[in-house]
């Protein structure tokens, strides 16, 4: 993309609303803009990282087994009266009447609906394990939505439930969604940590949240320092093997690690005084394990091997799609921007041209483009006539993880600049190096990159995005 022909709307000053710094740098990069209390537009490039981390959720849920789908925004009220939630939820709940007088809401989670899904096509135990999922568009009429997309009314969330015959099933799923989420937050660069939690109105005993550690975080946690050592990484998962997913999960929850709500004084106090931890957390995602709470009073069960019909056990759990762009931002940037992980960047790199008109530069700039897209990357090529200095700032401020700049200095020498945004490290060397250089570091996050491509014109990679 050349940015002249880019919409990418950035702000010079500070926004005065903005009291955390990601929702500062979100309004300053041009990744959102307000349009009602805690309601967004995304904006080209937030909704291009919006995107590639909606992508890797769904690369996740897809490898743990699990089968995406859609439901829609908008419920029929009557679902939520067979659980007993339409009351229950109150002001938070939207409710919206349709031309026909018919008490209708806009979806803050899917548990009923899914449930009634469940109950209309599956009747036998035969037809279980089964795990469904989307990632949808939810409303929430908070109190008092703040931070930008972390605590907006409307936001996006991947929920996904799940339907076993037994308890031991199920807790298999809840397992199964612990190591998948662990998965998840990695490849976006962060480190969320499971904690033990509170159900509130979602309801089950067994839940964890997963936090991401930040002083601007709306949670109080507690926690052992150990628990911070301790990474899935590249280890091999099979996600049917139950003794493999129970292990991760005790290895993962046995330190101790809990949001306030489930805090203990009396276990924390055994904790070594050295590793004590009190801080303050990001909530990026949640499991829940609740049994048979929606599926006893809205009748979904299966025929079990004895012929007898059960209500199934099930589990919800989800993912803060729209918040987790915040939360990596609060986790990762520096008093000039942002500073994307390579997992979710918008563009893979940045092209600075020191000296836009120069025939030289300008032809050195394009074929690094092109050479760069042919492997199917994005650059994100800065072609303004500006002074060095306001485009380094640009790319600063939007974050991008490399930056290759292009001058006829260099040029004259064979030579540009590739600068790592987090490091601020700058490396001379030829065009060809860079581009291999650049295409090396994202290989890994994107298999489907063809680092040795025949001539190609039309590449599918991301195109819509
Ligand atoms: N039905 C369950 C699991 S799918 C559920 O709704 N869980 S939840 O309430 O914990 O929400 C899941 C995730 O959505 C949270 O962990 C959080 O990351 C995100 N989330 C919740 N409320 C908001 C909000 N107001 N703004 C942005 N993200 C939110």
Redesign the pocket.
């Known amino acids: 993309m050349r940015l002249t022909r880019y919409f990418l709307p950035v702000l010079k000053e500070n926004p005065a609303e903005a009291q955390i710094v990601s929702h500062r740098l979100m309004l300053r990069a041009g990744l959102i803009k307000q349009q009602a209390a805690?309601i967004y537009s995304w904006l080209p490039m937030g909704f291009k990282v919006l995107r590639r981390i909606e992508q890797i959720v769904h690369e996740e849920q897809i490898r743990a087994g699990h089968i995406p789908m859609l439901m829609p925004t908008l419920q029929p009220a009557d679902l939520w009266r067979e659980s007993g939630r339409y009351d229950d939820y109150g002001q938070e709940m939207l409710r919206i009447r349709d031309r026909h007088e018919r008490d209708m809401l806009y979806g803050?989670?899917?548990?009923e609906m899914i449930t009634d899904i469940f109950r209309a096509h599956v009747g036998s135990y035969k037809d279980l394990p089964l795990t469904l999922y989307h990632v949808q568009w939810?409303f929430?009429d908070?109190i008092r939505?703040r931070f930008g997309?972390?605590?907006?009314?409307e936001?996006?969330?991947?929920?996904?439930?799940n339907f076993d015959l037994t308890r031991e099933d199920a807790l298999h799923a809840y397992n199964r969604h612990l190591v998948s989420y662990l998965r998840t937050y990695e490849r976006m660069g962060l480190q969320a940590i499971p904690m033990r939690a509170d159900s509130?109105?979602?309801g089950g005993d067994d839940t964890h949240?997963?936090l991401v550690l930040a002083d601007t975080g709306e949670s109080e946690v507690f926690y052992d320092s150990a628990v911070t050592d301790i990474r899935l990484g590249e280890r091999e998962i099979d996600y049917d093997d139950k003794a493999q997913c129970q292990a991760v999960l005790e290895e993962f929850t046995s330190l101790y690690a809990r949001t306030d709500e489930t805090h203990d004084p009396e276990a924390f106090a055994k904790i070594p005084e050295a590793r004590r931890r009190q801080a303050r957390g990001?909530?990026?995602?949640?499991?829940?394990y609740f049994g048979t709470k929606y599926s006893e009073p809205m009748g979904a069960t299966v025929q079990g091997p004895d012929g007898k019909p059960v209500p199934v056990h099930m589990g919800?759990?989800?993912?803060?799609v729209?918040?987790?762009v915040g939360a990596i931002i609060e986790a990762s940037h520096d008093e000039n921007g942002i500073i994307w992980p390579e997992g979710v960047t918008p563009f893979q790199c940045g092209i600075v041209n020191l000296k836009q008109g120069d025939a030289e530069a300008d032809a050195a700039c394009d074929k690094l483009y092109k050479a760069l897209a042919s492997l199917g990357l994005e650059p994100l090529y800065d072609d303004r006539d500006e002074r060095a200095g306001a485009k380094f700032a640009t790319m600063d401020l939007i974050g991008l993880p490399w930056r290759i700049t292009v001058g006829p200095r260099g040029l004259k020498n064979g030579v540009v600049e590739v600068t790592s945004r987090k490091t601020g490290e700058s490396v001379e060397m030829t065009p060809k190096e860079a581009v291999a250089k650049i295409a090396a570091i994202y290989a890994p996050h994107h298999p489907q990159l063809d680092l040795h491509p025949e001539p190609m014109a039309n590449r599918s990679f991301h195109t819509w995005l």
Request: a positive charge; proline letters at 7%; glycine letters at 18%.
């Open positions: 805690g803050p989670t899917n548990e939810k929430r908070e939505p997309v972390m605590r907006g009314r936001f996006y969330m991947k929920d996904g439930y509130g109105p979602i949240e997963f990001i909530e990026v995602g949640q499991i829940f919800s759990h989800g993912i803060g729209s918040r987790l």
